[in-house]
């Protein structure tokens, strides 16, 4: 990962402003789609140790997004945005501000116009942000409030542990040959429960082993990994039978996530080619619930995951590479 990527923040008091420029390592495309698809903005818009969880977006012209910050103590903190000019993959403006479930207006905290640029660096996308305030008592008690400090966060989520993790999966499968998987997800007991399948099997882990949070490296932009988390299992890989596999992750409530049983397996197919992943998710999506749709991600794959009609969970992994 670049630990030198582009972050200013300035405070314009004079203008009632906000200026951030920011970079990503990774191509526009992508960089868009994380800005603009709620799927994507629910898995690193919120500062730790909030998640943002969707209710409902409509990006477009007149269109909004209504979310809530979701804290470690299940309180919800709703937010609406209403977007008022997009031009594709160029920019986009928006006003922001605090409301209830309904997406009524909180009139105790002051909107904010966004007006939010792309510019196209190849390899990487640089983000400038211009926030404006109507007065300035406005935009001190945004700043009061840890803006800065929260948006940074959110920022190097989408750095380090969605980009990261899924990086490291990719770099696990870099055969050309189609293969199923079974995908699993642990609320921290991943490495016991491999071991125990190890024993069972009496295999042994393939690609890079046990790949560990701690593992991210940190510095620049990136934050230090929290201590509660740094030993917790990122990726592991074992075959069991028949040439099936075992991936396995731990998924914290340090970073949000809430398992329930059912809601912790999926079946990873990674087929040899786009048209037949394309194939594959629409035939399964069919009667059922896509819960990601299928489309170019960040860590080098066209993905997407869906719940079929029967109720089990599977995911379509293509990597570009093949």
């Known amino acids: 990962m670049n630990t030198n990527l582009l972050f200013n923040f300035t405070v314009n008091k004079e203008k009632n402003s906000i200026h951030v420029e920011r970079e990503f390592g990774a191509e526009l495309d992508l960089v868009w789609d994380a800005w603009t698809k709620p799927e994507l903005l629910d898995q690193w818009w919120a500062p730790k140790p909030f998640r943002a969880v969707t209710k409902s977006m409509d990006f477009r012209v007149g269109g909004s997004w209504l979310y809530y910050m979701l804290s470690p103590k299940d309180e919800k903190f709703w937010c609406r945005v209403?977007?008022?000019?997009?031009?594709?993959?160029?920019?986009?403006?928006?006003?922001?501000?605090?409301?209830?479930?309904?997406g009524n207006l909180n009139p105790e905290f002051p909107r904010s116009q966004w007006n939010n640029v792309f510019h196209d660096g190849g390899e990487t996308t640089t983000v400038s942000v211009t926030i404006q305030y109507e007065k300035l008592a406005d935009l001190e008690k945004i700043i009061s409030m840890g803006f800065k400090e929260g948006l940074s966060m959110a920022m190097e989520n989408l750095d380090q542990y969605i980009e990261a993790q899924f990086k490291l999966r990719a770099e696990n499968s870099k055969g050309t040959k189609a293969r199923v998987a079974t995908y699993l997800n642990f609320a921290g007991n991943t490495e016991e429960a491999f071991?125990?399948?190890?024993?069972?099997?009496?295999?042994?882990?393939?690609?890079?082993?046990?790949?560990?949070?701690?593992?991210?490296?940190?510095?620049g932009d990136n934050p230090p990994v929290a201590d509660s988390v740094k030993h917790m299992v990122l990726h592991v890989q074992l075959p069991i039978t028949g040439g099936?596999?075992?991936?396995?992750?731990?998924?914290?409530?340090e970073m949000g996530f809430n398992l329930t049983p059912g809601n912790n397996m999926h079946i990873c197919v990674e087929p040899e080619t786009r048209e037949e992943a394309k194939r594959l998710f629409d035939a399964l999506a069919a009667g059922g619930t896509i819960t990601m749709p299928l489309q170019d991600m960040f860590f080098g794959a066209y993905f997407g995951e869906l719940t079929d009609r029967y109720g089990i969970n599977w995911m379509i992994n293509h990597q570009n590479n093949k």
């Open 195 to 219: 071991k125990f399948y190890r024993s069972v099997f009496r295999t042994e882990f393939v690609g890079r082993g046990i790949q560990r949070f701690g593992d991210i490296p940190a510095g």
């Open 82 to 102: 209403d977007y008022n000019k997009i031009e594709n993959k160029k920019s986009y403006a928006a006003k922001d501000g605090f409301c209830d479930e309904n």
């Open 244 to 253: 099936h596999i075992l991936m396995g992750t731990d998924a914290p409530k």
